[in-house]
């Protein structure tokens, strides 16, 4: 079975500073798919970047990037120019390639990791 | 994005009796939802999967008895949890599948039900 972890129970980060989380899984598959999601106080799950395990292009979406080293099972989220509304909790999540559309594979989630940011 | 909500948003009982909590997607259709529950500070733990049109699948240590999914249709998936006791007492949270272009899939979460059993 996939495991996840995030070694990392909590950080904090100076507003406009850069900080970055850790993840890394376990897996004997070599098609797979990671997320970052987060969690703000309104416990709403908030999509954050996806990965897609064949892309060995790290993935960006504004101010959020990954850094997924393959071969270690590492997949790192950093947050640049942080802001006090990426005060939240942060999960990596691990999901299967799967067969494909009409067969959905269900996410395996950290333990997540708590980001306070202070102004 | 795409939108799940989840009713009732907070819910409190008496023990013994029971619930029913709705996830919804409004702008597509899912044929896949999941459910999900979070204790205080900890991370989502999966219960069940649930497919439009037939039984849901229950995770190890998961009591089908106790907590009834229903995917009646492409849009709603209920969550029942009977004969209610305090150790139910959760955070209940949704998601649901939707399928973008080649085949990528992504989980939309619904914003959760708190549920309190007196």
């Known amino acids: 079975a996939q495991t996840v972890t995030q070694s990392q129970p909590e950080m904090s980060v100076q507003e406009a500073e850069t900080v970055t989380l850790s993840c890394t899984y376990d897996t004997s598959e070599s098609d797979y798919y990671l997320f970052w999601y987060k969690q703000p106080p309104s416990r709403q799950m908030i999509l954050v970047i996806r990965?897609?395990?064949?892309?060995?292009q790290n993935a960006t979406e504004n101010r959020f990037s990954v850094n997924f080293q393959k071969a270690a099972k590492s997949f790192s989220l950093k947050i640049s120019d942080s802001q006090l509304g990426d005060a939240a909790m942060y999960f990596c999540?691990?999901?299967?390639?799967?067969?494909?559309?009409?067969?959905?594979?269900?996410?395996?989630f950290g333990k997540g990791t708590k980001l306070t940011v202070n102004p | 994005g795409a939108v799940v909500s989840q009713h009732p948003s907070w819910v409190i009982c008496k023990s013994g009796t029971s619930v029913k909590i709705e996830c919804r997607s409004l702008?597509?259709?899912?044929?896949?939802m999941f459910w999900y529950r979070q204790f205080p500070k900890q991370s989502l733990m999966l219960m069940a999967t649930s497919n439009e049109g037939s039984k849901a699948t229950y995770e190890q240590g998961v009591e089908k008895d106790k907590f009834l999914i229903n995917h009646a249709s492409l849009t709603l998936s209920t969550l029942t949890v009977t004969s209610a006791h305090p150790e139910d007492s959760s955070f209940y949270i949704c998601?649901?599948?939707?399928w973008g272009r080649g085949g990528q899939e992504t989980q939309y979460f619904g914003p959760g039900t708190r549920l309190l059993v007196l």
């Open positions: 999540a691990y999901r299967s390639a799967g067969a494909g559309e009409g067969g959905s594979e269900k996410l395996v």
């Open positions: 998601s649901a599948v939707i």
């Open positions: 990965q897609e395990a064949y892309k060995q």
């Open positions: 702008d597509f259709q899912a044929t896949t």
